[in-house]
């Protein structure tokens, strides 16, 4: 049996009905599990995170690969489905977690780890903040998304989104490749694509950990009106004359005019470093 069949063999045979709201689009291409593998840099010492693994196929390519595969599953009858073929292995590197990965600790990693994940859109941002804001964050990502979110993710200045300045603020992603909705059963009506995220080392981020959530706040400050100009959604965010915030501008060499989505993440920074005694 080729993929798609073994996909619906299993379904059938374990009483699993693909749910929506899970992002269950199960990939049924040995080509993109092939991509996913390469994108990720396994090693043989690797600890891999799994997230939405499915009926198991890229699970069982991740095991040959590293040390050890912890999988996060949140639907019942899948989950099921899954202990059975791992406890049916002998000195299985499998270990399953019934759980929604949104409530996992990653504080359990005694060392690193990597993560791979095939993510329905509407936990994408969420579980980015997560992860990339940890105390014990990943290494890397390897992730499955929508194709319209990774473009997002990687939005230059003119088209930035709090989405994609908070991505690169903690790591820099890289597109690996787009994968059309063929290669998914159900097919979803959207395309994806896959997205290696590489963390950055802690010492090389530019604010400090303890400052991050006043970094951010100022982000949101900026986002909140997209339409209006940077300086009027600073200025009321901060209750702050709009000559004032003019200034700053002007210190900083950033346009007067300029919107949010306009500024680069090093043009954040120095705002911040000028608007920061504003914030306490």
């Known amino acids: 049996m080729n993929l798609l069949q073994t996909t619906r063999h299993l379904c059938s045979l374990y009483d699993i009905n693909p749910q929506k709201k899970h992002g269950q689009n199960f990939l049924i291409s040995d080509k993109v599990y092939s991509t996913i593998i390469e994108a990720s840099g396994l090693s043989k010492s690797d600890l891999v995170l799994e997230v939405g693994p499915g009926l198991g196929f890229l699970t069982a390519k991740l095991a040959e690969k590293v040390e050890r595969v912890v999988a996060i599953e949140i639907d019942d009858s899948i989950f099921k489905m899954l202990k059975i073929a791992t406890d049916a292995l002998d000195n299985s590197n499998i270990e399953l977690i019934h759980a929604n990965v949104l409530d996992f600790r990653e504080a359990i990693f005694t060392g690193n780890y990597k993560v791979v994940a095939n993510l329905p859109y509407n936990i994408t941002s969420v579980f980015l903040r997560k992860f990339l804001s940890s105390d014990k964050p990943p290494t890397a990502l390897t992730l499955m998304l929508q194709k319209e979110v990774v473009n997002r993710i990687l939005a230059v200045p003119g088209s930035h989104s709090l989405l994609s300045l ?67 959604n600073l200025a009321g965010s901060l209750k702050l004359q709009v000559e004032d915030i003019s200034k700053v501008f002007k210190s900083v060499a950033i346009k007067d005019s300029v919107r949010a989505q306009e500024l680069s993440l090093e043009e954040w920074f120095k705002l911040f470093a000028q608007l920061r005694s504003y914030m306490l």
Do not use: C, H, M, T
């Not at 896959?194 to 991050?212: G, S, T, V």
């Open 166 to 232: 908070s991505v690169q603020f903690y790591s820099s992603p890289e597109l690996v490749a787009f994968v059309g909705k063929e290669n998914f059963w159900p097919q979803p009506k959207v395309d994806s694509a896959i997205l290696q995220i590489e963390l950055k080392d802690k010492k090389d981020l530019i604010i400090a950990k303890e400052e991050e959530k006043l970094f951010f706040r100022l982000l949101k400050f900026g986002f909140s009106a997209k339409r209006k100009k940077l300086k009027n």
